[in-house]
Protein backbone atom coordinates (compact mmCIF):
# COMPACT_ATOMS: atom_id res chain seq x y z
CA UNK A 1 0.00 0.00 0.00
CA UNK A 2 1.56 3.68 -1.17
CA UNK A 3 1.31 6.39 1.08
CA UNK A 4 0.47 9.52 -0.88
CA UNK A 5 2.43 12.06 -0.90
CA UNK A 6 -0.03 14.57 0.56
CA UNK A 7 -1.57 12.11 3.44
CA UNK A 8 -1.74 13.85 6.79
CA UNK A 9 -1.45 17.24 5.41
CA UNK A 10 -4.86 19.35 5.15
CA UNK A 11 -6.64 19.31 1.94
CA UNK A 12 -6.44 21.68 -1.34
CA UNK A 13 -9.94 24.17 -1.24
CA UNK A 14 -9.89 23.03 -5.21
CA UNK A 15 -10.62 18.95 -4.45
CA UNK A 16 -13.10 19.16 -1.73
CA UNK A 17 -16.89 18.05 -2.64
CA UNK A 18 -19.08 19.93 -4.51
CA UNK A 19 -21.92 19.64 -2.20
CA UNK A 20 -24.28 21.19 -4.20
CA UNK A 21 -23.73 18.81 -6.95
CA UNK A 22 -24.24 15.93 -4.37
CA UNK A 23 -27.13 16.78 -3.20
CA UNK A 24 -28.68 17.55 -6.26
CA UNK A 25 -27.90 14.08 -7.80
CA UNK A 26 -29.45 12.78 -4.80
CA UNK A 27 -32.93 13.93 -5.99
CA UNK A 28 -31.93 13.97 -9.36
CA UNK A 29 -30.56 10.84 -10.23
CA UNK A 30 -32.61 6.89 -10.46
CA UNK A 31 -30.92 4.16 -9.95
CA UNK A 32 -30.88 1.32 -12.55
CA UNK A 33 -31.65 -2.16 -10.61
CA UNK A 34 -30.26 -4.38 -13.53
CA UNK A 35 -26.99 -2.70 -12.44
CA UNK A 36 -25.81 -4.56 -9.08
CA UNK A 37 -23.63 -1.54 -8.25
CA UNK A 38 -27.08 0.69 -8.33
CA UNK A 39 -29.03 -1.74 -6.15
CA UNK A 40 -29.25 -1.70 -2.63
CA UNK A 41 -27.16 -3.72 -1.40
CA UNK A 42 -26.49 -3.98 3.24
CA UNK A 43 -22.71 -5.09 4.03
CA UNK A 44 -21.51 -5.25 7.70
CA UNK A 45 -22.53 -2.07 7.98
CA UNK A 46 -26.10 -1.13 6.22
CA UNK A 47 -26.27 0.33 2.81
CA UNK A 48 -23.96 2.55 1.61
CA UNK A 49 -22.71 4.19 -1.48
CA UNK A 50 -22.47 7.86 -3.35
CA UNK A 51 -25.19 10.28 -5.20
CA UNK A 52 -22.03 10.72 -8.04
CA UNK A 53 -21.78 7.05 -8.20
CA UNK A 54 -26.55 6.58 -8.70
CA UNK A 55 -25.94 4.45 -5.34
CA UNK A 56 -27.09 6.41 -2.76
CA UNK A 57 -30.34 8.41 -3.98
CA UNK A 58 -33.61 9.43 -3.16
CA UNK A 59 -35.45 6.15 -4.21
CA UNK A 60 -32.73 3.88 -2.25
CA UNK A 61 -33.72 5.48 1.17
CA UNK A 62 -37.47 5.41 0.14
CA UNK A 63 -37.65 1.93 -0.84
CA UNK A 64 -34.79 0.78 2.15
CA UNK A 65 -37.35 2.52 4.59
CA UNK A 66 -40.80 1.22 3.02
CA UNK A 67 -39.07 -2.09 3.65
CA UNK A 68 -38.39 -1.33 7.41
CA UNK A 69 -42.02 -0.68 7.74
CA UNK A 70 -43.02 -3.84 6.11
CA UNK A 71 -40.33 -5.56 8.26
CA UNK A 72 -41.43 -4.01 11.41
CA UNK A 73 -44.55 -5.16 10.51
CA UNK A 74 -44.17 -8.65 9.96
CA UNK A 75 -42.72 -9.09 12.94
CA UNK A 76 -44.84 -7.61 15.05
CA UNK A 77 -42.74 -4.56 16.33
CA UNK A 78 -44.99 -1.85 17.52
CA UNK A 79 -42.85 0.18 19.58
CA UNK A 80 -41.08 3.52 18.68
CA UNK A 81 -38.33 4.03 15.74
CA UNK A 82 -35.25 6.03 16.74
CA UNK A 83 -33.57 7.70 14.11
CA UNK A 84 -31.10 9.99 13.97
CA UNK A 85 -28.18 10.82 11.59
CA UNK A 86 -25.11 12.24 11.09
CA UNK A 87 -23.08 15.21 9.27
CA UNK A 88 -21.96 14.22 6.32
CA UNK A 89 -24.13 16.04 3.34
CA UNK A 90 -26.16 12.97 1.87
CA UNK A 91 -27.07 12.32 5.88
CA UNK A 92 -29.87 14.96 6.23
CA UNK A 93 -31.54 14.31 2.69
CA UNK A 94 -31.56 10.65 3.57
CA UNK A 95 -33.31 11.94 7.15
CA UNK A 96 -36.15 13.72 4.87
CA UNK A 97 -37.25 10.25 2.76
CA UNK A 98 -37.03 8.08 5.40
CA UNK A 99 -39.28 9.92 8.06
CA UNK A 100 -41.92 11.23 5.08
CA UNK A 101 -42.44 7.12 4.66
CA UNK A 102 -42.20 6.16 8.15
CA UNK A 103 -44.39 8.97 8.82
CA UNK A 104 -47.12 7.94 6.09
CA UNK A 105 -46.77 4.47 7.82
CA UNK A 106 -47.71 5.52 10.74
CA UNK A 107 -45.02 4.54 12.57
CA UNK A 108 -44.31 6.07 16.07
CA UNK A 109 -41.01 7.64 15.50
CA UNK A 110 -38.85 9.65 17.69
CA UNK A 111 -36.35 11.89 15.75
CA UNK A 112 -34.00 14.29 17.92
CA UNK A 113 -34.85 17.03 19.50
CA UNK A 114 -32.39 19.60 18.13
CA UNK A 115 -30.40 22.12 20.61
CA UNK A 116 -29.17 25.80 21.10
CA UNK A 117 -26.46 24.76 18.52
CA UNK A 118 -28.93 23.70 15.79
CA UNK A 119 -31.51 26.56 16.38
CA UNK A 120 -33.82 23.60 17.59
CA UNK A 121 -33.83 22.23 14.11
CA UNK A 122 -33.01 17.88 14.63
CA UNK A 123 -29.41 17.81 14.80
CA UNK A 124 -26.97 14.57 14.98
CA UNK A 125 -27.10 11.43 16.86
CA UNK A 126 -24.24 8.95 17.41
CA UNK A 127 -24.51 5.33 16.97
CA UNK A 128 -24.05 4.68 20.53
CA UNK A 129 -26.73 6.95 21.82
CA UNK A 130 -29.40 5.66 19.31
CA UNK A 131 -28.46 2.01 20.43
CA UNK A 132 -28.67 3.45 24.59
CA UNK A 133 -31.98 4.39 23.73
CA UNK A 134 -33.41 1.52 22.47
CA UNK A 135 -32.13 -0.37 25.12
CA UNK A 136 -33.52 2.14 27.84
CA UNK A 137 -36.82 1.56 26.08
CA UNK A 138 -36.52 -1.66 25.76
CA UNK A 139 -35.41 -1.99 29.05
CA UNK A 140 -38.03 -4.77 30.96
CA UNK A 141 -40.51 -4.58 27.93
CA UNK A 142 -42.13 -7.90 26.29
CA UNK A 143 -44.17 -5.92 24.01
CA UNK A 144 -44.13 -2.58 21.85
CA UNK A 145 -40.56 -2.71 21.36
CA UNK A 146 -38.38 -0.10 19.76
CA UNK A 147 -35.65 -0.34 17.02
CA UNK A 148 -33.81 2.15 14.51
CA UNK A 149 -32.49 3.55 11.62
CA UNK A 150 -29.01 4.95 11.95
CA UNK A 151 -27.57 7.35 8.66
CA UNK A 152 -24.39 7.16 8.70
CA UNK A 153 -21.65 5.99 6.57
CA UNK A 154 -18.93 5.79 9.48
CA UNK A 155 -15.63 7.22 8.67
CA UNK A 156 -16.08 7.30 4.50
CA UNK A 157 -15.37 10.15 2.63
CA UNK A 158 -17.83 13.40 2.68
CA UNK A 159 -19.13 12.05 -0.96
CA UNK A 160 -20.14 8.72 0.61
CA UNK A 161 -24.23 8.51 2.51
CA UNK A 162 -25.05 5.39 4.22
CA UNK A 163 -28.38 3.70 6.07
CA UNK A 164 -28.50 0.45 8.46
CA UNK A 165 -31.14 -0.62 10.66
CA UNK A 166 -30.31 -1.60 14.44
CA UNK A 167 -33.88 -3.90 15.43
CA UNK A 168 -35.24 -4.32 19.15
CA UNK A 169 -31.79 -5.92 20.86
CA UNK A 170 -30.05 -2.34 19.80
CA UNK A 171 -27.39 -3.74 17.34
CA UNK A 172 -26.47 -4.13 13.71
CA UNK A 173 -29.32 -6.28 12.33
CA UNK A 174 -27.90 -9.72 11.37
CA UNK A 175 -27.85 -11.45 7.85
CA UNK A 176 -30.93 -13.48 7.76
CA UNK A 177 -32.79 -9.65 8.66
CA UNK A 178 -30.96 -7.47 6.20
CA UNK A 179 -30.92 -9.70 3.41
CA UNK A 180 -34.98 -9.67 4.24
CA UNK A 181 -34.80 -5.87 3.97
CA UNK A 182 -32.66 -5.42 1.04
CA UNK A 183 -34.58 -7.91 -1.62
CA UNK A 184 -37.72 -6.03 -0.31
CA UNK A 185 -36.30 -2.71 -0.99
CA UNK A 186 -34.91 -4.04 -4.46
CA UNK A 187 -38.37 -5.08 -5.33
CA UNK A 188 -39.92 -1.68 -4.79
CA UNK A 189 -37.24 -0.38 -6.71
CA UNK A 190 -37.88 -2.56 -9.36
CA UNK A 191 -41.47 -2.08 -9.32
CA UNK A 192 -40.90 2.33 -10.00
CA UNK A 193 -41.57 2.66 -6.15
CA UNK A 194 -45.07 1.21 -6.25
CA UNK A 195 -46.14 -0.14 -2.50
CA UNK A 196 -44.24 2.62 -1.52
CA UNK A 197 -46.22 5.05 1.16
CA UNK A 198 -45.04 8.73 1.38
CA UNK A 199 -46.52 11.76 2.05
CA UNK A 200 -44.64 15.78 2.21
CA UNK A 201 -41.83 16.80 4.59
CA UNK A 202 -44.29 19.43 5.90
CA UNK A 203 -46.71 16.92 6.72
CA UNK A 204 -44.21 14.26 8.65
CA UNK A 205 -42.91 16.89 10.49
CA UNK A 206 -46.53 18.22 12.23
CA UNK A 207 -48.07 14.06 11.96
CA UNK A 208 -48.54 12.98 15.83
CA UNK A 209 -46.46 9.90 15.31
CA UNK A 210 -43.09 11.96 14.62
CA UNK A 211 -41.74 13.11 18.19
CA UNK A 212 -39.08 14.90 19.36
CA UNK A 213 -36.44 13.33 22.04
CA UNK A 214 -33.34 14.22 23.47
CA UNK A 215 -31.27 12.21 23.01
CA UNK A 216 -28.22 14.29 24.43
CA UNK A 217 -29.61 14.65 27.67
CA UNK A 218 -30.54 10.48 27.55
CA UNK A 219 -27.38 9.53 26.60
CA UNK A 220 -25.19 11.94 29.06
CA UNK A 221 -27.30 11.50 31.78
CA UNK A 222 -26.17 7.80 31.94
CA UNK A 223 -22.45 8.34 31.57
CA UNK A 224 -21.64 7.65 35.07
CA UNK A 225 -23.11 4.29 34.89
CA UNK A 226 -20.43 3.21 32.98
CA UNK A 227 -17.06 5.26 33.24
CA UNK A 228 -15.85 6.51 36.82
CA UNK A 229 -16.56 10.33 36.06
CA UNK A 230 -15.27 11.38 39.77
CA UNK A 231 -12.21 10.04 38.97
CA UNK A 232 -11.59 11.80 35.62
CA UNK A 233 -13.48 14.74 37.20
CA UNK A 234 -10.85 14.59 40.95
CA UNK A 235 -7.72 13.63 38.40
CA UNK A 236 -5.60 17.12 38.22
CA UNK A 237 -4.76 15.98 34.63
CA UNK A 238 -5.54 17.70 31.22
CA UNK A 239 -7.73 15.73 28.74
CA UNK A 240 -8.61 16.77 25.08
CA UNK A 241 -11.11 15.30 22.56
CA UNK A 242 -12.13 15.71 18.58
CA UNK A 243 -15.48 15.37 17.61
CA UNK A 244 -13.47 15.37 13.94
CA UNK A 245 -17.00 17.35 12.78
CA UNK A 246 -18.91 13.95 13.61
CA UNK A 247 -22.23 13.32 15.12
CA UNK A 248 -21.28 13.71 18.98
CA UNK A 249 -20.14 16.86 18.28
CA UNK A 250 -23.05 18.83 20.09
CA UNK A 251 -22.17 16.22 23.07
CA UNK A 252 -18.76 16.62 24.40
CA UNK A 253 -19.28 19.93 25.84
CA UNK A 254 -22.12 18.31 27.67
CA UNK A 255 -20.52 15.41 29.21
CA UNK A 256 -17.42 17.96 30.35
CA UNK A 257 -20.01 20.67 31.92
CA UNK A 258 -22.37 17.81 33.68
CA UNK A 259 -19.63 15.88 35.02
CA UNK A 260 -17.06 19.17 35.99
CA UNK A 261 -14.18 17.49 33.99
CA UNK A 262 -10.91 18.85 32.77
CA UNK A 263 -11.81 17.99 29.33
CA UNK A 264 -11.02 20.47 26.45
CA UNK A 265 -12.73 20.05 23.20
CA UNK A 266 -10.96 21.09 20.53
CA UNK A 267 -13.20 21.74 17.95
CA UNK A 268 -16.80 22.06 17.38
CA UNK A 269 -17.19 23.12 13.17
CA UNK A 270 -19.44 20.89 11.50
CA UNK A 271 -18.95 21.38 7.88
CA UNK A 272 -19.80 18.51 5.66
CA UNK A 273 -16.80 19.20 3.59
CA UNK A 274 -14.40 18.00 6.15
CA UNK A 275 -11.78 20.71 5.02
CA UNK A 276 -10.29 20.56 8.46
CA UNK A 277 -9.88 17.18 8.22
CA UNK A 278 -6.27 15.71 7.19
CA UNK A 279 -6.07 13.21 4.05
CA UNK A 280 -5.87 10.24 4.90
CA UNK A 281 -3.00 7.59 3.54
CA UNK A 282 -4.30 7.74 -0.11
CA UNK A 283 -4.79 11.34 -0.26
CA UNK A 284 -8.89 11.25 0.14
CA UNK A 285 -10.80 12.75 3.12
CA UNK A 286 -11.53 9.66 5.48
CA UNK A 287 -12.67 10.72 9.30
CA UNK A 288 -10.54 7.71 10.29
CA UNK A 289 -9.49 8.26 14.31
CA UNK A 290 -7.62 4.91 13.83
CA UNK A 291 -5.45 6.69 10.82
CA UNK A 292 -2.09 8.43 11.75
CA UNK A 293 -2.67 10.22 8.65
CA UNK A 294 -6.26 11.93 9.34
CA UNK A 295 -5.25 12.05 13.22
CA UNK A 296 -1.75 14.43 12.48
CA UNK A 297 -3.35 17.17 13.84
CA UNK A 298 -4.18 15.81 17.21
CA UNK A 299 -0.96 13.83 17.49
CA UNK A 300 1.25 17.06 16.26
CA UNK A 301 -0.80 18.28 19.65
CA UNK A 302 -0.59 15.10 22.00
CA UNK A 303 1.85 17.03 24.49
CA UNK A 304 -0.99 19.50 25.34
CA UNK A 305 -2.90 16.09 27.16
CA UNK A 306 -2.15 13.63 29.73
CA UNK A 307 -4.42 11.75 27.19
CA UNK A 308 -6.60 12.94 24.06
CA UNK A 309 -9.18 10.85 21.73
CA UNK A 310 -11.49 11.26 18.93
CA UNK A 311 -14.30 9.56 16.91
CA UNK A 312 -15.26 8.93 13.80
CA UNK A 313 -18.45 10.59 12.09
CA UNK A 314 -21.15 8.51 13.65
CA UNK A 315 -19.04 8.25 16.77
CA UNK A 316 -18.83 4.42 16.49
CA UNK A 317 -14.96 4.41 16.83
CA UNK A 318 -12.29 5.75 19.13
CA UNK A 319 -8.43 6.84 18.69
CA UNK A 320 -6.54 7.26 21.56
CA UNK A 321 -3.69 9.38 21.88
CA UNK A 322 -1.34 9.05 24.60
CA UNK A 323 1.48 11.82 25.61
CA UNK A 324 4.14 9.02 26.20
CA UNK A 325 3.00 7.16 22.40
CA UNK A 326 1.30 9.14 20.45
CA UNK A 327 -1.82 7.07 18.79
CA UNK A 328 -2.28 3.89 19.75
CA UNK A 329 -2.65 1.16 17.07
CA UNK A 330 -6.19 0.39 17.75
CA UNK A 331 -5.43 -3.86 18.23
CA UNK A 332 -3.09 -2.65 21.38
CA UNK A 333 -6.29 -0.40 22.71
CA UNK A 334 -8.16 -3.05 22.92
CA UNK A 335 -5.75 -5.34 24.92
CA UNK A 336 -5.16 -1.70 27.65
CA UNK A 337 -9.12 -1.60 27.60
CA UNK A 338 -9.54 -4.86 28.07
CA UNK A 339 -6.78 -5.60 31.12
CA UNK A 340 -8.07 -2.32 32.88
CA UNK A 341 -11.73 -3.36 32.80
CA UNK A 342 -11.30 -6.85 34.20
CA UNK A 343 -10.02 -5.65 36.90
CA UNK A 344 -11.55 -2.31 37.78
CA UNK A 345 -15.39 -4.20 37.48
CA UNK A 346 -15.63 -6.42 40.30
CA UNK A 347 -19.56 -6.45 39.79
CA UNK A 348 -19.11 -8.02 36.09
CA UNK A 349 -18.81 -11.58 38.23
CA UNK A 350 -16.29 -14.12 37.16
CA UNK A 351 -18.04 -15.62 34.23
CA UNK A 352 -17.89 -12.85 31.79
CA UNK A 353 -15.86 -13.18 29.45
CA UNK A 354 -14.12 -11.03 26.07
CA UNK A 355 -15.45 -10.89 22.72
CA UNK A 356 -13.02 -10.81 20.03
CA UNK A 357 -12.83 -10.82 16.18
CA UNK A 358 -10.54 -13.61 14.87
CA UNK A 359 -8.52 -10.67 12.77
CA UNK A 360 -7.80 -9.02 16.41
CA UNK A 361 -4.95 -9.54 17.84
CA UNK A 362 -3.51 -12.61 19.50
CA UNK A 363 -2.15 -9.92 22.53
CA UNK A 364 -6.12 -10.74 23.54
CA UNK A 365 -5.71 -13.41 23.84
CA UNK A 366 -2.59 -13.50 26.11
CA UNK A 367 -4.33 -10.49 28.52
CA UNK A 368 -7.02 -12.88 28.76
CA UNK A 369 -4.99 -15.39 30.12
CA UNK A 370 -3.37 -13.37 32.39
CA UNK A 371 -6.32 -12.43 33.58
CA UNK A 372 -8.31 -15.79 34.40
CA UNK A 373 -10.49 -15.13 31.15
CA UNK A 374 -12.50 -16.74 28.98
CA UNK A 375 -12.30 -15.59 24.81
CA UNK A 376 -15.18 -15.66 22.94
CA UNK A 377 -13.42 -15.43 19.13
CA UNK A 378 -16.43 -14.44 16.50
CA UNK A 379 -16.47 -13.31 12.44
CA UNK A 380 -15.64 -9.97 11.51
CA UNK A 381 -18.37 -7.99 12.56
CA UNK A 382 -19.75 -6.54 16.07
CA UNK A 383 -23.47 -8.03 15.60
CA UNK A 384 -21.45 -11.23 16.77
CA UNK A 385 -21.15 -9.35 20.18
CA UNK A 386 -24.70 -8.17 20.62
CA UNK A 387 -26.47 -11.79 22.59
CA UNK A 388 -23.73 -11.45 24.61
CA UNK A 389 -23.53 -7.98 25.67
CA UNK A 390 -27.38 -8.54 26.46
CA UNK A 391 -26.80 -11.30 28.54
CA UNK A 392 -23.97 -10.38 30.04
CA UNK A 393 -22.28 -13.06 29.39
CA UNK A 394 -19.71 -10.82 27.46
CA UNK A 395 -18.22 -7.79 29.38
CA UNK A 396 -16.63 -6.49 26.51
CA UNK A 397 -17.04 -6.86 23.13
CA UNK A 398 -14.02 -5.36 20.43
CA UNK A 399 -12.93 -5.35 16.92
CA UNK A 400 -9.58 -4.68 15.24
CA UNK A 401 -11.36 -2.22 13.38
CA UNK A 402 -11.34 0.47 16.36
CA UNK A 403 -14.71 -0.59 17.60
CA UNK A 404 -15.65 -1.83 21.15
CA UNK A 405 -18.27 -1.60 23.66
CA UNK A 406 -18.54 -2.89 27.11
CA UNK A 407 -21.37 -3.01 30.47
CA UNK A 408 -22.01 -0.79 33.18
CA UNK A 409 -20.62 -0.96 36.01
CA UNK A 410 -23.83 -3.55 37.62
CA UNK A 411 -23.27 -5.56 34.43
CA UNK A 412 -26.43 -3.96 32.53
CA UNK A 413 -25.63 -3.52 28.58
CA UNK A 414 -24.97 0.14 27.60
CA UNK A 415 -24.73 -0.07 24.14
CA UNK A 416 -25.12 -2.86 21.69
CA UNK A 417 -23.42 -1.08 19.18
CA UNK A 418 -20.04 -0.09 18.72
CA UNK A 419 -19.36 3.42 21.26
CA UNK A 420 -16.27 5.20 20.55
CA UNK A 421 -17.53 7.77 23.50
CA UNK A 422 -17.21 5.76 26.15
CA UNK A 423 -13.73 4.30 24.98
CA UNK A 424 -12.14 7.62 24.75
CA UNK A 425 -13.54 8.23 28.22
CA UNK A 426 -12.23 4.85 29.70
CA UNK A 427 -9.10 6.63 28.37
CA UNK A 428 -8.97 9.17 30.95
CA UNK A 429 -10.49 7.12 33.60
CA UNK A 430 -7.86 4.44 33.56
CA UNK A 431 -5.34 7.27 33.52
CA UNK A 432 -6.63 8.94 36.78
CA UNK A 433 -6.83 6.09 38.21
CA UNK A 434 -3.79 4.10 37.72
CA UNK A 435 -1.43 7.08 37.47
CA UNK A 436 -0.20 5.53 34.02
CA UNK A 437 -1.71 6.86 30.23
CA UNK A 438 -2.69 3.72 28.25
CA UNK A 439 0.27 3.87 26.01
CA UNK A 440 2.31 3.25 29.22
CA UNK A 441 -0.12 0.74 30.13
CA UNK A 442 -0.01 -1.15 26.34
CA UNK A 443 4.23 -0.81 26.65
CA UNK A 444 3.71 -2.67 30.11
CA UNK A 445 1.71 -5.57 28.48
CA UNK A 446 4.81 -6.04 26.12
CA UNK A 447 6.71 -6.60 28.75
CA UNK A 448 5.09 -9.59 30.11
CA UNK A 449 3.44 -11.16 27.15
CA UNK A 450 5.33 -10.14 23.98
CA UNK A 451 5.43 -7.46 21.66
CA UNK A 452 3.28 -8.50 18.65
CA UNK A 453 3.89 -6.72 14.82
CA UNK A 454 0.55 -6.33 12.78
CA UNK A 455 -0.41 -5.56 9.68
CA UNK A 456 -3.08 -5.93 6.56
CA UNK A 457 -2.40 -6.37 2.97
CA UNK A 458 -4.66 -6.76 0.13
CA UNK A 459 -4.35 -9.26 -2.96
CA UNK A 460 -5.72 -9.55 -6.43
CA UNK A 461 -8.81 -12.09 -6.50
CA UNK A 462 -11.73 -12.17 -9.05
CA UNK A 463 -15.06 -12.87 -8.37
CA UNK A 464 -14.72 -16.82 -8.51
CA UNK A 465 -11.61 -16.96 -6.60
CA UNK A 466 -13.71 -14.37 -3.55
CA UNK A 467 -16.23 -16.98 -3.87
CA UNK A 468 -13.67 -20.35 -3.49
CA UNK A 469 -11.93 -18.22 -0.99
CA UNK A 470 -15.03 -17.82 1.00
CA UNK A 471 -15.95 -21.85 1.09
CA UNK A 472 -12.27 -22.89 2.11
CA UNK A 473 -12.47 -25.63 4.12
CA UNK A 474 -9.09 -26.46 6.80
CA UNK A 475 -8.38 -29.88 4.59
CA UNK A 476 -7.65 -27.69 1.76
CA UNK A 477 -4.27 -26.40 3.78
CA UNK A 478 -2.04 -29.12 3.32
CA UNK A 479 0.97 -27.03 4.88
CA UNK A 480 1.77 -28.32 8.40
CA UNK A 481 4.22 -24.87 9.21
CA UNK A 482 3.67 -21.23 8.73
CA UNK A 483 7.02 -19.25 8.56
CA UNK A 484 9.22 -21.95 10.55
CA UNK A 485 6.34 -23.51 13.32
CA UNK A 486 4.03 -25.98 13.85
CA UNK A 487 0.62 -24.78 12.48
CA UNK A 488 -1.93 -25.40 15.44
CA UNK A 489 -5.60 -24.36 14.22
CA UNK A 490 -6.86 -24.04 10.62
CA UNK A 491 -10.02 -22.42 10.51
CA UNK A 492 -12.96 -21.62 8.62
CA UNK A 493 -15.50 -21.37 11.22
CA UNK A 494 -15.06 -19.52 14.50
CA UNK A 495 -14.77 -20.87 17.69
CA UNK A 496 -16.81 -18.87 19.53
CA UNK A 497 -19.76 -19.36 17.81
CA UNK A 498 -18.93 -22.04 15.11
CA UNK A 499 -20.23 -19.35 12.36
CA UNK A 500 -18.46 -19.57 9.20
CA UNK A 501 -15.54 -16.71 8.69
CA UNK A 502 -15.88 -16.58 5.04
CA UNK A 503 -12.49 -17.32 4.80
CA UNK A 504 -9.65 -18.53 6.81
CA UNK A 505 -7.28 -18.35 9.53
CA UNK A 506 -4.24 -20.01 10.22
CA UNK A 507 -2.32 -20.22 13.74
CA UNK A 508 1.04 -20.93 15.27
CA UNK A 509 2.62 -20.85 18.71
CA UNK A 510 4.50 -17.25 16.97
CA UNK A 511 1.99 -16.00 14.57
CA UNK A 512 -1.19 -16.07 12.24
CA UNK A 513 -2.73 -14.97 9.26
CA UNK A 514 -6.21 -14.55 8.52
CA UNK A 515 -7.52 -14.21 4.73
CA UNK A 516 -10.53 -13.09 3.45
CA UNK A 517 -12.59 -11.54 0.12
CA UNK A 518 -13.28 -8.34 -0.20
CA UNK A 519 -16.91 -7.76 -0.56
CA UNK A 520 -16.59 -4.79 -2.53
CA UNK A 521 -13.46 -4.56 -4.55
CA UNK A 522 -11.63 -7.57 -6.82
CA UNK A 523 -8.67 -8.11 -3.72
CA UNK A 524 -8.40 -10.65 -0.71
CA UNK A 525 -7.38 -9.28 2.53
CA UNK A 526 -4.61 -10.64 4.44
CA UNK A 527 -4.58 -9.99 8.06
CA UNK A 528 -1.25 -11.62 9.87
CA UNK A 529 0.46 -11.05 13.22
CA UNK A 530 3.66 -12.48 14.69
CA UNK A 531 5.33 -11.95 17.81
CA UNK A 532 9.02 -12.49 16.19
CA UNK A 533 9.07 -8.99 14.88
CA UNK A 534 9.08 -7.17 10.98
CA UNK A 535 11.09 -9.88 9.29
CA UNK A 536 9.16 -13.26 10.56
CA UNK A 537 5.60 -10.99 9.71
CA UNK A 538 7.11 -10.49 6.66
CA UNK A 539 7.50 -14.42 5.99
CA UNK A 540 3.94 -14.95 7.16
CA UNK A 541 2.67 -12.55 4.95
CA UNK A 542 4.26 -13.86 2.26
CA UNK A 543 3.64 -17.24 3.10
CA UNK A 544 0.27 -16.81 3.76
CA UNK A 545 -0.67 -15.03 0.24
CA UNK A 546 1.31 -18.30 -1.46
CA UNK A 547 -1.00 -20.57 0.06
CA UNK A 548 -3.75 -19.06 -0.42
CA UNK A 549 -3.27 -18.69 -4.28
CA UNK A 550 -2.32 -22.08 -4.07
CA UNK A 551 -5.75 -23.04 -3.09
CA UNK A 552 -7.32 -20.72 -5.58
CA UNK A 553 -5.82 -21.99 -8.55
CA UNK A 554 -7.09 -25.38 -7.38
Known sequence: MSIDSNAGQLPDEHRLAHLPRLVSRYYSERPDVSDPAQQV???TSGHRGSSLKTGFNEWHILATTQAICDYRQAQG??????IGMDTHALSEPAFVSALEVLAANHVETRIDAGCE???????????????????NHNRDRTSDLADGIVITPSHNPPVDGGFKYNPTNGGPADTGITKWIQERANELLANDLEGVKRVSHAEALKAPTTQRFDFIDSYVSGLD????MAAIRDSGLKFGVDPLGGAGVHYWTRIAERYQLPLEVISTTVDPTFRFMRLDWDGRIRMDCSSPHAMAGLIENKDRFDVSFACDTDHDRHGIVARSTGLLNPNHYLAVAIEYLFTHRPQWGDQAAIGKTLVSSSMIDRVAEGIGRAVVEVPVGFK???????????GFGGEESAGASFLTFDGQPWSTDKDGIILGLLAAEMTAVTGKNPGERYQALTERFGAPVYARVDAPADRDQKARLGKLSPEQVKASELAGHAITRKLTEAPGNGAAIGGLKVETEAGWFAARPSGTEDVYKIYAESFEGEDHLKRIQEEAKALVDGVLKG
Not at 77 to 82: H, R, S
Request: charged share 15%.
Open 41 to 43: AFG
Open 77 to 82: ITGPLF
Open 117 to 135: ETGGEPGYTPTPALSNAIL
Open 225 to 228: KVID
Open 384 to 394: WFVDGLMDGSL
